[in-house]
């Protein structure tokens, strides 16, 4: 049995549903992949607590389920830091799962050098750090031979990066496109149906779909930095946001989604990959797509990528989510990558 200490940043909606998965499936990750975790360092807005034996997880779940900060539990320390604290206490693996700040990228990107700097392998649902850090984020990560994962930054549960840096071998991306964003794809869709856009985007918002400010959503850079973590990970470019022309659905009003419907499309927040000779362009914008497309069938709660590769063709792949439990699950899946395999978990 390896046992491997954690360190879990942010106790939001994604955070928390995580520990539930640790509880849940202790017992499979012990016997299936003889892994034994256990949380020794947890962080929110109030500050850090550590515990050198392992949290509660379900007494932690609870205390957070009642909306109370972790400054109210024992093993909070006022005003330690998160860099102090993992110089005292075992933790093989930081995760990230702060609230996405895509100006600064902190407090993630800043959590994210310090645990690269302390030797631990790092998982990340957290977009921002790698879409304006991620080239030097993996310089850290190479200097001090630890690996990184993200697949939970990437359309929730849906395995595509893995896929194509896995499998896909020899192959060469000509171009990619899709839909990124659940929440946008479910409001223009109900929009459509003649519901208000402020009574849809409540709806994504009380189901813990929607970013903790929404506007990202909206305004179509949580689709923007997507891209930017797709094109680093599966193309021949390292980009950032500044790379990527962005529009969101702000202004998209109901006279136009049934303009496009009567001529027989259907209008989706389309982000693209598209080279062009040598030169990648990126684009995120609503974009009229043929109903009868897969980019069209892509409905509701729905996610979806189509990929165009020089030697495997165009693969096409689609995830329903309407809970945040499948990026819970990724960052699960990439915590027992690392776990399993160390550096070499990156894929």
């Not at 001529?263 to 990126?282: H, Q, Y």
Request: net charge negative; with cysteine; charged share 25%.
């Amino acid at each position: 049995m390896k046992r491997v200490g954690l360190a879990l940043v942010g106790l939001g909606n994604v955070g928390r549903r995580f520990l539930r998965l640790l509880i849940e499936h202790d017992d499979t990750l012990r016997e299936k992949y003889g892994l034994a975790f256990s949380v020794h360092c947890v962080v929110d807005s109030s500050g850090v607590a550590v515990s050198d034996d392992g949290f509660d997880l379900a007494h932690l779940l609870e205390h957070k389920g009642c909306g109370l900060k972790l400054r109210e539990l024992r093993e909070f320390d006022e005003g330690l830091t998160l860099a102090v604290a993992l110089d005292n206490v075992q933790c093989d693996i930081l995760l990230e799962a702060s609230p996405v700040d895509l100006n600064t990228g902190n407090p993630g990107l800043s959590n994210c050098r310090t645990a690269l700097e302390h030797g631990l392998h790092l998982v990340l649902a957290n977009k921002a750090p790698l879409a304006l850090a991620q080239a030097e984020l993996d310089r850290l990560a190479a200097d001090t031979d630890v690996g990184i994962l993200y697949s939970a930054t990437f359309c929730g549960g849906l395995p595509v990066l893995n896929i194509v840096r896995r499998d896909m071998v020899c192959g060469k991306i000509l171009g990619f496109r899709g839909i990124f964003n659940s929440t946008t794809n479910f409001i223009l869709e109900e929009m459509l149906k003649g519901r208000s856009y402020a009574d849809a985007l409540r709806e994504t918002q009380e189901r813990g779909i929607a970013e903790a400010d929404p506007s990202l959503d909206i305004g179509g850079w949580d689709t923007a930095a997507k891209l930017v973590i797709a094109a680093n990970s599966i193309a021949d470019t390292m980009i950032t946001l500044a790379d990527v022309s962005v529009s969101g659905i702000e202004d998209v009003q109901p006279d136009r989604l049934q303009q496009c419907r009567r001529e027989g499309s259907v209008l989706k927040l389309v982000a693209t990959a598209k080279r062009i000779d040598a030169e990648w362009r990126f684009q995120v914008e609503p974009t009229p797509v043929p109903i009868a497309s897969f980019l069209g069938s892509c409905s509701g709660w729905e996610m979806a990528i189509e990929i165009q590769s020089d030697i495997y063709g165009k693969s096409f792949h689609k995830l329903w989510e309407r809970e945040p439990v499948p990026t819970a699950a990724s960052m699960l899946r990439d915590a027992v990558h690392l776990a399993t395999m160390g550096r070499q978990g990156s894929l």
